[in-house]
């Protein structure tokens, strides 16, 4: 039997995945290893998208590191900057006008519906299904149309600003709106459809990239891809904030822990999201026409953190101020940084090669949002983020 498992040992063999790949837009780095067309093993190396964030938000106002924020990743800009508004307000002791709570809330909504059919076509398009990443992505343009009409853009909406928004929602466009949001919901019925029925879909995703909920757990991963092991957790209900607590809606989950479920609890999620925008945009009405909580933007010594639930999952936003206009420490956790590094090794192993496309896009993996750094002095334990004085001393002791 040893002589067996070392001759199989020596027919594998790593197969690197990027980090520049067709399969992923952005940078990210696989080995992978396989026995046969098996894979046995996955390191995850990350890291190759580092823009130096957190360092960035330390050296700019409070204002300033709005923009910051909301450009961590396009498709989730909108939780980004809200945020990192709501970690400033904790610090501040603020509450912000109701108004600017539904505008706060419509806008994440949008975003995660333009997420969730951004991911369904993702998943098609990997899954063979051109017409099908079509259709998705083209029902998405009516969730970017509804987000120019609320901020001007459709990427980053630039809506949130410390104490509140810096846009109101014209009460002519709400029926327009509504009726979008009735499309998209009979769309999304489609989609649900076409993910649970397809032949072809149910053959490459059922059984696939299993995750049990134990694992999950312990690994303690986040968003729809815990929902989809039965971890039955949404910081919008756990830990209410915006609107949340105040509207009627259900958190997705299912037991199966496969890719099959991992779609399935995403598109269930768009009904979700639809109703919460429809309560949303039946009630502004009643609000008062106040956006904004006049405050200081310099922050008195304290510490600030946000817990939100992005598209992908947990969001964590966490500041140290110095009764300055500027972080003394910035530092974020995004959901890819728990889901990646520590679902894909589970999940890859012992399935086939060619499997692997559709498993690692059912995580949604993001990795302009997962790379952090921070550098660790050993001998004195100074630890900070990148930093080119901090470097060049480092360098000059070492003698590099």
């Given at each position: 039997?040893?002589?067996?498992?070392?001759?199989?040992?020596?027919?594998c063999y790593?197969l690197p995945?990027?980090?520049?790949?067709p399969?992923?837009?952005?940078?990210e780095?696989?080995?992978v290893?396989?026995?046969g067309e098996?894979?046995?093993?996955?390191?995850?190396?990350?890291?190759?998208?580092?823009r130096?964030?957190?360092?960035?938000m330390?050296?700019?106002?409070?204002?300033?590191?709005?923009?910051?924020?909301?450009?961590?990743?396009g498709i989730?800009?909108g939780?980004h900057?809200?945020?990192?508004?709501?970690?400033?307000?904790?610090?501040?002791?603020?509450?912000?006008?109701e108004?600017?709570?539904y505008?706060?809330?419509?806008t994440?909504e949008?975003?995660?519906?333009?997420?969730?059919?951004l991911?369904l076509g993702v998943m098609?398009?990997?899954?063979?299904?051109?017409?099908?990443?079509?259709?998705?992505?083209?029902?998405?343009?009516?969730?970017?149309?509804?987000?120019?009409?609320?901020?001007?853009?459709?990427?980053?909406?630039g809506?949130?600003?410390?104490?509140?928004?810096?846009?109101?929602?014209?009460a002519?466009?709400?029926?327009?709106?509504?009726?979008?949001?009735?499309h998209l919901?009979?769309?999304?019925?489609?989609?649900?459809?076409?993910?649970s029925?397809?032949a072809?879909?149910?053959?490459r995703?059922?059984?696939k990239?299993?995750?049990?909920k134990?694992?999950?757990?312990?690994?303690s991963?986040?968003?729809?891809v815990?929902?989809a092991?039965?971890?039955?957790?949404?910081?919008?209900?756990?830990?209410p904030?915006?609107?949340?607590?105040?509207?009627?809606?259900?958190?997705?989950?299912?037991?199966?822990?496969d890719?099959?479920?991992?779609?399935?609890?995403?598109a269930?999620?768009?009904?979700?999201?639809?109703?919460?925008?429809?309560?949303?945009?039946?009630?502004?009405?009643r609000?008062?026409?106040?956006?904004?909580?006049?405050t200081s933007?310099?922050?008195?010594e304290?510490?600030?953190m946000s817990i939100?639930?992005a598209?992908?999952g947990?969001?964590?936003?966490?500041?140290?101020?110095n009764?300055?206009?500027r972080?003394?420490r910035?530092r974020?956790?995004?959901?890819?940084?728990?889901?990646?590094?520590s679902a894909?090794?589970?999940?890859?192993?012992?399935e086939?090669?060619a499997?692997?496309?559709v498993?690692?896009?059912?995580?949604?993996?993001c990795?302009?949002?997962c790379?952090?750094?921070t550098i660790?002095?050993?001998?004195?334990?100074e630890?900070?983020?990148v930093d080119?004085?901090?470097?060049?001393k480092?360098?000059e002791?070492?003698?590099d």
């Amino acid at each position: 039997m040893a002589k067996d498992n070392e001759r199989r040992e020596k027919l594998c063999y790593t197969l690197p995945l990027g980090p520049q790949h067709p399969m992923y837009v952005e940078a990210e780095n696989l080995m992978v290893r396989v026995d046969g067309e098996t894979i046995t093993g996955v390191e995850v190396n990350i890291g190759y998208m580092h823009r130096g964030i957190e360092e960035l938000m330390q050296r700019k106002n409070y204002l300033q590191g709005i923009f910051l924020a909301e450009r961590i990743c396009g498709i989730c800009s909108g939780i980004h900057s809200v945020t990192y508004c709501e970690a400033v307000e904790n610090a501040l002791g603020i509450e912000i006008p109701e108004r600017a709570k539904y505008i706060r809330t419509i806008t994440l909504e949008l975003e995660r519906l333009h997420s969730h059919f951004l991911f369904l076509g993702v998943m098609a398009y990997e899954l063979g299904l051109d017409t099908g990443f079509m259709y998705t992505w083209r029902d998405r343009e009516h969730v970017m149309d509804m987000l120019e009409t609320l901020s001007g853009n459709r990427v980053n909406y630039g809506i949130p600003t410390i104490g509140g928004v810096r846009r109101d929602l014209p009460a002519g466009e709400i029926p327009g709106m509504l009726k979008r949001l009735e499309h998209l919901r009979k769309r999304a019925e489609h989609y649900v459809i076409l993910f649970s029925s397809d032949a072809l879909v149910r053959k490459r995703t059922l059984g696939k990239g299993n995750l049990p909920k134990g694992k999950a757990n312990s690994h303690s991963i986040v968003g729809p891809v815990a929902r989809a092991s039965g971890v039955n957790t949404d910081i919008r209900r756990d830990l209410p904030y915006l609107l949340y607590d105040e509207l009627e809606w259900n958190v997705v989950t299912r037991m199966e822990g496969d890719v099959q479920a991992r779609v399935m609890v995403k598109a269930y999620e768009i009904f979700e999201s639809i109703s919460i925008l429809k309560q949303c945009l039946n009630r502004i009405s009643r609000t008062t026409p106040e956006l904004k909580t006049k405050t200081s933007l310099f922050v008195k010594e304290n510490e600030g953190m946000s817990i939100t639930e992005a598209p992908r999952g947990e969001l964590v936003y966490y500041l140290v101020s110095n009764g300055t206009d500027r972080p003394e420490r910035m530092r974020i956790r995004t959901p890819t940084f728990t889901n990646v590094p520590s679902a894909l090794p589970i999940i890859l192993k012992g399935e086939q090669l060619a499997d692997l496309p559709v498993i690692v896009g059912s995580v949604d993996p993001c990795f302009s949002c997962c790379d952090r750094v921070t550098i660790v002095d050993e001998r004195t334990g100074e630890s900070r983020g990148v930093d080119e004085a901090f470097l060049r001393k480092l360098g000059e002791e070492n003698g590099d």
